[in-house]
């Protein structure tokens, strides 16, 4: 047991729970030992989930709630990620665990940045020490993700999209093909999207559940909560179904909660929409959309914002033909996710601001997460190309120790900073992160001024830059192809 822990990135914890009561008679074979290891980090979630749900007399002021609130959320689905790995021995692969794992793994940190943003006093962090952090990161080490075998891919699109979802992409939203029809003059089901959701929280089948959005701006927050899943959002296009809201971290949200459509349930897919924060550059973080669904795919939607304008928060994503607006860490969070044919617009930010695109949160490098930009196009919005030489734009900063963030055969303007990539604060992750560039053009892809840190690579090989495709990075081919989006599987 002392041994096979020593192995582990945080032996004490291992040692400390895996040494003594049933588990320390129980392994024979390492093979059960990483099993209970998973075990024991789901025992711990939920032992801490028990001890975070007693504090809530400790927590007084409306900030303070508001972080603690997020965590009881957040540890939920932690708990939900752990069983279901759990479950999934010899039903899922590794990758698919991998994921899970990683989302745990996320959510733990997510629930500890809320206090920090809401500037929640120190001694009330204390409160939610445990180690359960710590045990997934030990979890996620004895299950490291092997090579993929390859992927398959039908009529341009990966295998996980079924038939009829490719049918309904491929058409014309109309009344008749959706479940259910939200128009605000009242020729629909419902007005607000919001009361969709609702009604669709009440169903009892399990499959494909369309929501047709008829063109107009709808002023609302919506939340697709973990248990709903399998909905498909369509609009009429770009620019004409519209939801909106203006919440933000200054205004006493955390960034988990400032967006203004969230969605956690698996399979969600997006078409034809526009997801807007209109905060404003001066209010700090404020999310349009935030994705932690698994396999989750946006086809022909915009995203619209400045800070933290698209949150691909945890799990396996999709974004093809998309347009994304923003300022500062635009494109952030800690989801294996890639963006194939998609338009991104830097913004004009605030007064002496750098634009950074990205801002990848992985924190162990054995997360199989990235943020994967491919054949894309990135070039000034109408309001920095009036201001753009007084601006710096970077690729992206290291939000977190082990930040991943791959760009292959993009178009990059002239307003691409020729060092590419910026500094989070000092020296921090600049050995730890992996950034890559490969065969991308236009006068701001040249790699000769580029950053020197130890992280950062000029991709040359294409079997090297070919490990971040749809293909091979998010085992596209195992669930894109059932809903019908059109993507590129390899180079």
């Known amino acids: 047991m002392k041994s096979w822990c020593s192995h582990t990135p945080n032996p004490a914890p291992c040692e400390q729970f895996m040494s003594h009561g049933p ?8 093979s ?15 032992h801490a989930q028990s001890h975070i749900r007693s504090l809530e007399d400790k927590f007084q002021n409306k900030l303070e709630k508001v972080a603690w609130e997020d965590c009881l959320v957040l540890y939920e689905i932690t708990i939900l990620q752990l069983n279901r790995t759990m479950d999934g021995s010899g039903r899922f692969t ?12 996320t959510n733990l940190e997510t629930c500890r940045t809320g206090f920090v943003e809401l500037g929640v006093q120190k001694n009330m962090l204390s409160l939610l020490s445990n180690n359960v952090y710590e045990l997934i990161v030990n979890a996620l080490a004895l299950n490291k ?16 999209v079924s038939g009829g979802d490719r049918n309904l992409l491929h058409s014309s939203p ?23 959701i609702k009604a669709a929280s009440n169903r009892k089948e399990s499959g494909r559940l369309v929501i047709y959005v008829k063109a107009g701006i709808y002023n609302e927050n919506v939340e697709i909560g973990h248990s709903l899943k399998n909905i498909m959002l369509v609009g009429d296009g770009i620019g004409k179904s519209i939801v909106t809201s203006s919440k933000s971290v200054s205004q006493g949200y955390t960034t988990f909660r400032s967006a203004t459509f969230g969605v956690m349930g698996d399979g969600f897919i997006a078409q034809g929409m526009t997801f807007r924060n209109t905060a404003g550059p001066s209010n700090e973080q404020a999310v349009a959309l935030r994705s932690g669904s698994h396999n989750s795919v946006f086809y022909r939607c915009s995203f619209e914002g400045y800070q933290d304008t698209l949150y691909v928060y945890t799990q396996r994503q999709f974004y093809r033909e998309c347009d994304i607006y923003g300022t500062v860490d635009f494109i952030f969070g800690n989801a ?5 044919n998609c338009t991104i617009y830097p913004r004009r930010p605030l007064n002496e601001q750098n634009i950074t695109i990205t801002a990848h949160g992985r924190t162990s490098p054995d997360q ?13 919005s109408s309001e920095l190309k009036k201001v753009q030489s007084s601006v710096k734009t970077y690729l992206g900063r290291p939000w977190k120790k082990y930040s991943r963030t791959v760009y292959l055969e993009t178009f990059l303007d002239s307003l691409i900073d020729p060092s590419g990539w910026s500094r989070w604060i000092g020296h921090f992750a600049l050995k730890n992160l992996y950034y890559g560039e490969y065969r991308n053009t236009g006068p701001g892809s040249s790699t000769s001024n580029r950053v020197k840190w130890h992280g950062y690579h000029a991709l040359t090989d294409p079997s090297k830059a070919s490990e971040f495709t749809v293909e091979n990075f998010i085992s596209g081919e195992s669930w894109i192809p059932s809903t019908g989006v059109p993507f590129n599987p390899g180079l």
């Open 32 to 46: 059960e030992f990483h099993k209970m290891a998973i075990q024991i980090a789901l025992e711990r979630a939920l």
């Open 145 to 160: 993700l092997k090579p993929s075998s390859g992927q398959k891919y039908n009529s341009g699109l990966p295998n996980w």
């Open 368 to 380: 199989n997460t990235g943020i994967v930009i491919h054949n894309c196009t990135i070039i000034a």
């Open 94 to 105: 590794q990758d698919d665990i991998q994921t899970w794992l990683s989302a745990a793994l």
């Open 174 to 196: 109309s009344d008749s093909q959706a479940n259910i029809v939200v128009a605000q003059d009242g020729s629909g089901d419902f007005r607000t999207i919001k009361e969709a």
């Open 23 to 30: 588990y320390s008679s129980s392994q024979k074979r390492e």
């Open 336 to 340: 294996a996710v890639v963006l194939q």
